[in-house]
């Protein structure tokens, strides 16, 4: 599976987008961008994942460059329950079941 | 749905002594998967099982012993606990049909400690 990079913490005001970059530039044509919170103490949630189109749910949005070295996963309205350690995780759909989590990005939404 | 259930949330074992931490679904989902996580270390995958009676080693499995008999249980056996196995750990599980999503879903983990 492919390395991550993130940074290591951000923060947000609370009710503004919170943008969580992530770099991925050694990714293959058939690994899926996927990201993942944890909040303090709980397992890590699934939030949302994406091949190479943008992609929105009821969580997020997933923003995919189009050589697809990079994405941004945007929480349009942050809340002080979006504070969390988010992870961004490349791998193929139905691969090995290891999850490479690496250390993720601390994001620490202010009020 | 209960999703997935780990017992119990809390242990305090002694050195040298046996446990086993629960884990099950009732997703039906084939994958399984026992992690670690450690202070700045991560997830650390320490054995999963892709469907009943199939088990194999993640990247940290010294110490730990799994068995799947069921689809919907995988429990994690400390044959001899250690300090170094003072860990959090987490169960999680994924369906493995076609069009699934592959999505891993987590349970609310197990804390460990060994004295």
């Known amino acids: 599976d492919a390395k991550t990079t993130q940074p290591p913490s951000m923060d947000c005001a609370e009710g503004r987008a919170a943008n969580l970059p992530c770099n991925h530039s050694?990714?293959?044509?058939?690994?899926?961008v996927y990201w993942y919170r944890q909040i303090h103490s709980q397992g890590p949630q699934y939030i949302i994942h994406g091949l190479k189109n943008n992609e929105t749910n009821e969580m997020a949005s997933l923003i995919i460059t189009e050589d697809r070295k990079s994405s941004t996963l945007i929480l349009p309205h942050a809340t002080l329950r979006d504070t969390a350690v988010y992870y961004c995780?490349?791998?193929?759909?139905?691969?090995?079941?290891?999850?490479?989590f690496g250390k993720g990005t601390k994001l620490t939404v202010n009020p | 749905n209960a999703g997935v259930t780990q017992t119990p949330k809390f242990q305090v074992l002694k050195t040298g002594q046996s446990m086993t931490l629960q884990c099950a679904q009732d997703m039906n989902h084939e994958y399984m998967s026992w992690y670690r996580q450690d202070p700045g270390m991560g997830l650390r995958l320490i054995h999963y099982?892709?469907?009943?009676?199939?088990?194999d080693q993640g990247e940290v499995p010294n110490g730990y012993n799994v068995s799947r008999s069921t689809t919907e249980d995988f429990p994690l056996r400390l044959l001899s606990a250690a300090p170094s196995q003072t860990s959090v750990y987490f169960c999680?599980?994924?369906?493995?049909?076609?069009?699934?999503?592959?999505?891993?879903?987590f349970g609310a983990g197990t804390r460990l400690s060994v004295l």
């Open positions: 999680a599980s994924r369906p493995h049909r076609e069009g699934s999503k592959n999505i891993q879903y």
């Open positions: 050694t990714i293959s044509g058939n690994e899926y």
């Open positions: 995780i490349v791998r193929v759909q139905g691969g090995s079941e290891k999850l490479v």
């Open positions: 099982s892709v469907g009943a009676g199939i088990t």
